[in-house]
């Protein structure tokens, strides 16, 4: 797959080839209640999806990602060639993303794409949304844009509403400017500067999950349940706001304590999952400030957060509880483009 990038597999023009990339993200606080109009908070961590695009001189689009799947899309026919029966499925997003800037630019033609993931997929991290996010910025540079970021969000949000139907816009905001955030569907994102860096650790339970179909699980719980679910949204809303006073007071103690308490918010509108739940309490019993499921849930990914002293035994505890541990570091570059001759 990555013969493109080193130059050993011929494509068909070398006329300009371009790169972006973009940080995947965890979310601290608000996942799911942030859809229902509570904020959210989200910071952009140091694992990057690269996208890489040029010129062909037909109209298809080719695309090729670093995780075995490839194969060409020209009108509504997809000619397979790597990945098996999943493989269109999987690289559909990319084309939407890149067909987002070539229809509002008039601009028909063909492209080849190649996507590398350093973001575990399906797994909370906002692979989905830095693949859109990396892809746009790529394809608009291929073809001589100069896009803004607010250009990038919009044509990324748009495509991201092809994966899944209701998204709040968080994981492309947090994708596209990086740094730390704070997220409502109506207000967008107020970028929040000079907040600490957090010692935490991803738990990854290997279990891809599908982000439109909890969102819609919520909704039909807040369905049959208004009065029980709206004060959990109120509730949500409320602990945001003082999560984000933690951070800024740097009272890590009461960060914990408030990711703790929206796992519990998160279980009860049925988001997490026994293997979640084994990952959170391991590492809250070895002394982990506090942990929490990050993202969509039923799978996918966990959060602790740690002291400096206790990131070796959190991570431990999360591989003995039967997750893929992952240190992070939050990274204040959101979306970045270059050109390479
Ligand atoms: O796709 P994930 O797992 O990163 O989760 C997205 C966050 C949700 O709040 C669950 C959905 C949304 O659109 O905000």
Same mark, same amino acid.
């Given at each position: 797959?990555?013969?493109y990038?080193?130059?050993?597999? &011929?494509?068909?023009?070398? $006329? ?19 859809? =229902? ?9 140091? @694992?990057?999806? !690269?996208?890489?695009? #040029? ?34 499925? =999987?690289?559909?997003?990319?084309? $939407? ?6 229809k509002?630019?008039?601009?028909n033609k063909?492209? #080849? ?5 350093? %973001?575990? %997929?399906?797994s ?7 693949? *859109?996010?990396a ?26 509403? =092809? !994966? ?9 905001? $947090?994708?596209? =400017?990086?740094g ?10 107020t ?5 600490? #860096? ?12 599908? &982000?439109?179909?909890?969102?819609? *699980?919520?909704?039909r @719980?807040?369905?049959?349940?208004? *009065? ?51 990952l959170?309490?391991?590492? @809250? ?17 966990? $959060? ?9 035994? %959190? ?16 990274? +204040? +570059? ?6 390479? #001759?």
């Amino acid at each position: 797959m990555l013969d493109y990038l080193n130059g050993t597999r &011929t494509l068909e023009t070398d $006329i300009l080839r371009t790169y972006a990339s973009a940080p995947g993200k965890v979310i601290l606080t608000g996942e799911h209640f942030v859809v =229902f109009g509570a904020p959210a908070l989200a910071i952009a961590i140091n @694992r990057r999806i !690269v996208v890489g695009v #040029n010129q062909r001189t037909d109209r298809r689009l080719h695309i090729v990602s670093s995780l075995g799947k490839s194969g060409e899309f020209e009108q509504d026919k997809f000619n397979l060639e790597e990945g098996g029966p999943e493989a269109r499925d =999987f690289l559909e997003p990319v084309r $939407i993303a890149a067909e987002s800037v070539l229809k509002r630019y008039g601009a028909n033609k063909g492209l #080849n794409i190649q996507v590398n993931s350093d %973001v575990p %997929v399906a797994s909370g991290l906002g692979s989905s949304s830095a693949i *859109s996010v990396a892809t746009v910025a790529s394809v608009g540079e291929a073809i001589g844009l100069n896009l803004s970021k607010e250009e990038i969000l919009d044509l990324s949000l748009t495509a991201e509403r =092809f !994966v899944h139907k209701n998204p709040s816009g968080i994981d492309i905001a $947090i994708a596209t =400017f990086g740094g730390t955030i704070l997220y409502e569907r109506e207000r967008g994102m107020t970028r929040i500067e000079d907040m600490p #860096n957090l010692a935490l650790v991803i738990g990854n339970t290997g279990i891809a999950r599908n &982000t439109g179909s909890l969102v819609e *699980s919520v909704r039909r @719980r807040r369905d049959h349940f208004p *009065s029980t679910i709206n004060p959990l949204i109120a509730a949500a809303q409320a602990l945001t706001g003082s999560a984000v006073e933690a951070l800024r007071a740097r009272d890590l103690e009461k960060l914990g304590e408030l990711l703790d308490i929206n796992h519990g918010l998160l279980a009860a509108v049925g988001t997490s999952c026994i293997e979640l739940d084994r990952l959170v309490y391991a590492a @809250r019993s070895v002394g982990a400030l506090g942990a929490k499921l990050t993202g969509a849930g039923g799978g996918g990914c966990m $959060i602790a957060l740690c002291s400096d002293e206790n990131l070796v035994t %959190v991570s431990e505890a999360i591989r003995r509880a039967n997750g893929s541990p992952i240190t992070v570091v939050k990274t +204040e +570059e959101g979306v970045l483009t270059w050109k390479e #001759n």
